[in-house]
Protein backbone atom coordinates (compact mmCIF):
# COMPACT_ATOMS: atom_id res chain seq x y z
CA UNK A 1 0.00 0.00 0.00
CA UNK A 2 3.10 1.97 0.22
CA UNK A 3 3.14 4.53 -3.26
CA UNK A 4 1.23 1.86 -4.77
CA UNK A 5 0.54 1.08 -8.80
CA UNK A 6 -2.83 2.23 -8.34
CA UNK A 7 -3.95 -0.45 -11.04
CA UNK A 8 -2.79 -3.75 -8.87
CA UNK A 9 -4.21 -1.24 -6.05
CA UNK A 10 -7.64 -2.03 -7.62
CA UNK A 11 -6.78 -5.71 -8.11
CA UNK A 12 -5.70 -6.40 -4.37
CA UNK A 13 -8.57 -4.57 -3.32
CA UNK A 14 -11.18 -6.36 -5.51
CA UNK A 15 -9.68 -9.45 -4.54
CA UNK A 16 -9.69 -8.98 -1.15
CA UNK A 17 -13.19 -8.33 -1.19
CA UNK A 18 -13.90 -11.54 -3.53
CA UNK A 19 -12.04 -13.68 -0.51
CA UNK A 20 -14.20 -12.13 2.09
CA UNK A 21 -17.18 -12.35 0.44
CA UNK A 22 -16.80 -15.97 -0.55
CA UNK A 23 -15.57 -17.40 3.19
CA UNK A 24 -18.58 -15.22 4.89
CA UNK A 25 -21.05 -16.43 2.77
CA UNK A 26 -19.80 -20.03 2.41
CA UNK A 27 -22.37 -22.63 2.42
CA UNK A 28 -20.48 -24.94 4.21
CA UNK A 29 -18.97 -24.05 8.15
CA UNK A 30 -15.59 -22.53 7.84
CA UNK A 31 -12.88 -22.32 10.63
CA UNK A 32 -9.45 -20.44 10.32
CA UNK A 33 -6.52 -21.96 12.27
CA UNK A 34 -4.49 -18.85 13.31
CA UNK A 35 -0.60 -20.03 13.48
CA UNK A 36 0.72 -16.55 13.01
CA UNK A 37 0.40 -12.99 13.72
CA UNK A 38 -3.00 -11.90 12.16
CA UNK A 39 -3.53 -8.32 11.98
CA UNK A 40 -5.62 -6.15 9.64
CA UNK A 41 -6.78 -8.52 6.31
CA UNK A 42 -5.84 -11.23 8.06
CA UNK A 43 -8.09 -10.47 11.07
CA UNK A 44 -10.45 -9.63 8.46
CA UNK A 45 -10.36 -12.99 6.76
CA UNK A 46 -10.63 -14.53 9.72
CA UNK A 47 -13.73 -12.75 11.26
CA UNK A 48 -15.78 -13.97 8.03
CA UNK A 49 -15.02 -17.31 9.46
CA UNK A 50 -17.51 -18.62 12.08
CA UNK A 51 -14.90 -20.16 14.22
CA UNK A 52 -11.39 -19.10 14.98
CA UNK A 53 -8.70 -21.29 16.50
CA UNK A 54 -5.51 -19.52 17.45
CA UNK A 55 -1.74 -20.58 18.52
CA UNK A 56 -0.66 -18.77 21.99
CA UNK A 57 1.72 -15.56 21.80
CA UNK A 58 0.24 -14.33 18.96
CA UNK A 59 -1.61 -11.08 17.83
CA UNK A 60 -5.35 -10.53 15.61
CA UNK A 61 -6.96 -7.51 15.43
CA UNK A 62 -7.50 -4.08 13.08
CA UNK A 63 -4.94 -1.82 14.04
CA UNK A 64 -5.38 0.71 10.73
CA UNK A 65 -5.51 3.55 12.91
CA UNK A 66 -1.87 3.13 13.45
CA UNK A 67 -1.26 3.49 9.80
CA UNK A 68 -3.72 6.23 9.16
CA UNK A 69 -6.19 3.88 7.63
CA UNK A 70 -10.10 4.22 7.67
CA UNK A 71 -11.48 0.62 7.35
CA UNK A 72 -14.47 0.28 5.06
CA UNK A 73 -17.88 -0.59 6.74
CA UNK A 74 -18.49 -3.91 5.57
CA UNK A 75 -14.60 -4.42 7.65
CA UNK A 76 -16.38 -3.28 10.47
CA UNK A 77 -19.51 -5.43 10.32
CA UNK A 78 -17.23 -8.51 9.73
CA UNK A 79 -15.32 -7.63 13.50
CA UNK A 80 -18.91 -6.61 15.15
CA UNK A 81 -20.42 -10.18 13.63
CA UNK A 82 -17.86 -11.50 16.23
CA UNK A 83 -17.28 -8.60 19.02
CA UNK A 84 -19.43 -6.44 20.61
CA UNK A 85 -19.96 -2.86 19.72
CA UNK A 86 -17.96 -1.36 21.97
CA UNK A 87 -15.08 -3.40 22.20
CA UNK A 88 -14.75 -3.43 18.75
CA UNK A 89 -14.96 0.64 18.50
CA UNK A 90 -12.82 0.90 21.33
CA UNK A 91 -10.37 -1.62 19.52
CA UNK A 92 -10.54 0.12 16.13
CA UNK A 93 -10.49 4.01 17.32
CA UNK A 94 -7.33 2.77 19.05
CA UNK A 95 -5.64 0.29 16.80
CA UNK A 96 -5.45 -2.69 19.11
CA UNK A 97 -3.81 -5.96 18.60
CA UNK A 98 -4.98 -8.35 20.69
CA UNK A 99 -3.08 -11.22 22.25
CA UNK A 100 -3.98 -14.88 21.90
CA UNK A 101 -5.27 -14.93 25.01
CA UNK A 102 -6.95 -11.71 25.32
CA UNK A 103 -8.95 -12.55 22.00
CA UNK A 104 -10.05 -15.73 23.31
CA UNK A 105 -11.14 -13.39 26.87
CA UNK A 106 -13.11 -10.92 24.59
CA UNK A 107 -14.03 -13.41 22.21
CA UNK A 108 -12.44 -12.61 18.75
CA UNK A 109 -11.23 -16.23 18.95
CA UNK A 110 -12.83 -19.10 19.91
CA UNK A 111 -10.23 -21.51 20.99
CA UNK A 112 -6.03 -21.83 22.25
CA UNK A 113 -4.35 -24.60 20.48
CA UNK A 114 -0.70 -25.43 21.90
CA UNK A 115 0.15 -26.67 18.00
CA UNK A 116 -1.14 -26.19 14.14
CA UNK A 117 -2.47 -29.74 14.05
CA UNK A 118 -3.85 -28.95 17.49
CA UNK A 119 -5.55 -26.09 15.52
CA UNK A 120 -6.59 -27.86 12.48
CA UNK A 121 -7.94 -30.44 14.95
CA UNK A 122 -10.35 -27.98 16.87
CA UNK A 123 -11.41 -26.44 13.47
CA UNK A 124 -12.39 -30.15 12.49
CA UNK A 125 -13.94 -30.88 15.65
CA UNK A 126 -16.08 -27.96 14.89
CA UNK A 127 -16.77 -28.53 11.48
CA UNK A 128 -18.20 -31.96 12.71
CA UNK A 129 -20.57 -30.32 14.69
CA UNK A 130 -22.76 -29.89 11.78
CA UNK A 131 -23.07 -33.45 10.48
CA UNK A 132 -26.55 -33.55 10.98
CA UNK A 133 -27.81 -30.78 10.30
CA UNK A 134 -29.47 -30.19 6.88
CA UNK A 135 -26.93 -28.75 4.47
CA UNK A 136 -29.30 -26.63 2.60
CA UNK A 137 -31.28 -25.06 5.44
CA UNK A 138 -27.99 -24.34 7.32
CA UNK A 139 -26.86 -22.49 4.29
CA UNK A 140 -30.09 -20.45 3.82
CA UNK A 141 -29.88 -19.73 7.31
CA UNK A 142 -25.91 -18.73 7.55
CA UNK A 143 -26.52 -16.10 4.42
CA UNK A 144 -29.75 -15.03 6.14
CA UNK A 145 -28.09 -14.22 9.13
CA UNK A 146 -25.20 -12.59 7.49
CA UNK A 147 -26.84 -10.66 4.59
CA UNK A 148 -27.11 -7.92 6.61
CA UNK A 149 -23.27 -7.77 6.80
CA UNK A 150 -22.67 -7.86 3.21
CA UNK A 151 -25.25 -5.73 1.98
CA UNK A 152 -23.71 -2.78 1.30
CA UNK A 153 -20.81 -4.58 0.05
CA UNK A 154 -22.90 -6.11 -2.44
CA UNK A 155 -24.70 -2.87 -3.35
CA UNK A 156 -21.92 -1.28 -4.73
CA UNK A 157 -18.60 -2.33 -4.60
CA UNK A 158 -17.48 0.04 -7.40
CA UNK A 159 -17.67 2.95 -4.56
CA UNK A 160 -16.01 0.84 -2.13
CA UNK A 161 -13.73 -0.05 -4.42
CA UNK A 162 -13.45 3.85 -5.42
CA UNK A 163 -12.76 5.21 -2.06
CA UNK A 164 -10.23 2.83 -0.87
CA UNK A 165 -8.20 3.60 -3.78
CA UNK A 166 -8.73 7.26 -3.57
CA UNK A 167 -8.18 6.95 0.16
CA UNK A 168 -4.75 5.25 0.19
CA UNK A 169 -3.62 7.42 -2.29
CA UNK A 170 -3.38 10.68 -0.22
CA UNK A 171 -1.02 12.13 1.10
CA UNK A 172 -2.35 11.85 4.77
CA UNK A 173 -2.23 7.95 4.43
CA UNK A 174 1.08 7.57 2.59
CA UNK A 175 2.88 9.97 5.60
CA UNK A 176 1.10 7.87 8.14
CA UNK A 177 2.10 4.67 6.42
CA UNK A 178 5.68 5.75 5.85
CA UNK A 179 5.67 6.55 9.94
CA UNK A 180 4.37 3.62 11.25
CA UNK A 181 6.61 1.63 8.98
CA UNK A 182 9.64 3.63 10.39
CA UNK A 183 8.41 3.09 13.87
CA UNK A 184 8.46 -1.02 12.89
CA UNK A 185 11.47 -0.69 11.78
CA UNK A 186 13.09 1.47 15.07
CA UNK A 187 11.75 -1.37 17.45
CA UNK A 188 14.06 -4.50 15.62
Known sequence: MLNPDVERLRLFWTRFQDLWLALHLCGLP????????SPAAGCVLATACEYRVMLPNLFIGIHATRFSFV???WMMNSYQSVLP?????????QGKLFASQEALD???VDEIACSKEEALSKCAAFIATFDKTNPVARCLTKRMCREPDVRELL?????DLKECV?????????EGLCAH????????
Open 166 to 174: DYVTTPLFQ
Open 71 to 73: ISK
Open 181 to 188: LEGLKKRK
Open 85 to 93: RRIVERALN
Open 155 to 159: QDRAA
Open 106 to 108: VGL
Open 30 to 37: TAAAINGH
